[in-house]
Structure formats: C-alpha cells, structure tokens
C-alpha cells in the first residue's frame, strides 16, 4: 500500500512539474505553434521496491529548445549546450509549413509569387538560426530545481507519514 501512496504522489508531483514547465515555455514565447507545449506530459510511473522512475516526453526538438543549439559562429547560443549546427540547417519546411513559424509569426507573404517568397524567407531564417544558434530556454530544466526537490521530500515525507499511521492505526483495530 505504501509504495502504491508514493507512486500517486509522485505522479501529481510530477503533473505538476510538467504543468510549470508547459508555463515556463510560454511565458518564454518559445511555444509558436502551441504543437511542442500539447506535446509534453509525463510517461507512466514505474515504481518497484527501490527504484523510481519518472520520465518526460514531448515533440522530438524539446531538449533543442530546452539546451538552446550553438550555431557554427556560436554567436548567442549557451556555451554549455550539447548541441551544435554545423552542416545541417533547420528544414524549411518546418520554418514554411502549415502551422510553421513564419506562419505563427504571421509573417506569410500572399499573392501569385506567395510560395517561393516565403521559401526565400525560410532559408533566410535557416541560414540564420544555423550561423548565430538558439538560446536556451530551460522550459525544463530549471523547473526541477532545489526547491522542487524539497517540496517532493516534504511531500513524500508527509505520504509515508500519513500511510504508516493509518497501518498502525487499521493494524490496532484487528
């Protein structure tokens, strides 16, 4: 019965993790689409005699934008980023499609000549990205800091405390 308690508060620890970090991502503006922010949430639980484990899932780039991605001038991109362009560029599609981000920014062009503007633009913004790199958000990263640590033993604390008594207490009662 316990270890059960303190799957079901680590679960709403966790939820509550996930929540900081969907507000993290937007109050940061880095959430265009809406796509990456739907996209987190928490993978089950798995919870054995010793072992704990919790894990976070999301759109394949979520650590890009978590870490940031130096460019191959590192202009702006954190130093201690794992990531880094060198040959590759972001596809322009992904800037161009539907949904993508120069059409979140509203920045789509119209008229006959709408598709290969936009095209231009987008491997502008490629060609960009991939020189200065990306800052880093840590949407994620800096969600579970000292203080959350805290708040997870206080809260586990309080389960064990909460669920040995009423075993003792049901135990007491035979």
Known sequence: MLINELAKTLKKHYQRKVDLSKKALAEDRRNASGR????????????????VELDLIGEDYWKF??????GWANEKA?????????????????????????ANKGLVTAGSNAKAQNAALGRVFSAS????GSRATAFN???????????????IKETHIRVTT?????????
Request: net charge positive; hydrophobic share 35%; no cysteine.
């Open 36 to 51: 990456l922010s739907a996209s987190i949430r928490p993978v089950d639980t798995i919870v054995s005699q010793t072992v």
């Open 166 to 174: 009423k075993e003792i207490k049901d135990g007491n009662n035979d």
């Open 78 to 102: 954190p130093q201690d980023s794992p990531f880094q362009f060198k040959k590759r560029r972001i596809p322009v599609s992904v800037l161009t499609g539907a949904g993508g981000w120069i």
């Open 129 to 132: 990205i991939a020189k200065k």
């Open 141 to 155: 990263t800096d969600v579970f800091n000292a203080k959350q640590v805290n708040e997870l033993k206080a809260e």
């Open 65 to 70: 934008i978590d870490k940031g991605v130096k």
